[in-house]
């Protein structure tokens, strides 16, 4: 069955700081994958997607994600965190099938220091 | 904004009622996914509507239904509810492989 770990409950940044937030799935096939942030009270919102062809790909508010088959990893980067980036972040993998359903990790609770 | 609304945005309610939950997906798209997040189980797939048509079903309890109307917005009914059944609710749409999620409506069963 398809699976996505996300290691990290809790990590703490400076402001200014490098960010990695790691991903690991279990699929069969070519997975379709995606990072989606969730800010206090909100909604999921979308950060970038996987699907097929270069595997580091750009997303919304300077994120970026590096696709990576032998590690089965999906890990998500920013090099210069703001605060506004303090959120939850999802780590999601499509099944693939007809239902195109999502199976979510359990979530990186991000927080920023001044 | 996603462009999928729901409604209500928050909803308290009692042990052993029913309340549905409603969800408009963004224009054009025609697959409409539920989803529950609550801290024990994360955030888990209930159902998927394509086109007025039940698709997929996941993790929805039998006290759980929904549907799909004709101009494509959903609603989720949960009867019987417990307190258990205290989570965020999110509806997501889609037209391809991505899916667009609404702000949620966040019940709390007391």
């Known amino acids: 069955a398809q699976s996505v770990t996300q290691p990290d409950i809790h990590i703490t940044v400076s402001e200014g700081a490098s960010l990695e937030l790691r991903c690991n799935y279990s699929?069969?096939?070519?997975?379709?994958l995606f990072w989606y942030v969730q800010s206090p009270g909100q909604g999921l919102q979308l950060l970038l997607k996987?699907?097929?062809?270069?595997?580091l790909v750009q997303g919304i508010k300077g994120f970026e994600a590096e696709f990576k088959r032998s590690q089965s990893s999906f890990n998500l980067r920013k090099p210069s965190v703001h605060w506004s980036d303090a959120a939850e972040y999802f780590c999601?993998?499509?099944?693939?099938?007809?239902?195109?359903?999502?199976?979510f990790g359990t979530g990186t609770l991000l927080a920023v220091q001044p | 904004d996603s462009g999928v609304t729901q409604t209500p945005k928050h909803l308290i309610t009692a042990t052993g009622q029913r309340v549905t939950l409603r969800c408009s997906p963004r224009?054009?798209?025609?697959?409409v996914y539920w989803y529950q997040q609550s801290l024990d189980q994360g955030l888990q797939f209930l159902i998927q509507?394509?086109?007025?048509?039940?698709?997929a079903k996941g993790n929805i309890l039998e006290r759980f239904s929904a549907q799909q109307f004709p101009d494509l917005h959903s609603e989720l009914n949960l009867s019987s509810l417990e307190l258990g059944d205290s989570a965020l609710y999110f509806c997501?749409?889609?037209?391809?492989?991505?899916?667009?999620f609404g702000p949620g409506t966040r019940l709390l069963v007391l």
């Open positions: 997501a749409s889609s037209s391809g492989r991505t899916q667009y």
């Open positions: 509507y394509y086109n007025g048509e039940e698709r």
């Open positions: 999601a993998v499509g099944d693939g099938g007809a239902t195109n359903k999502l199976i």
């Open positions: 224009s054009g798209d025609l697959s």
């Open positions: 699929y069969g096939a070519t997975p379709y």
């Open positions: 996987y699907f097929s062809g270069d595997t």
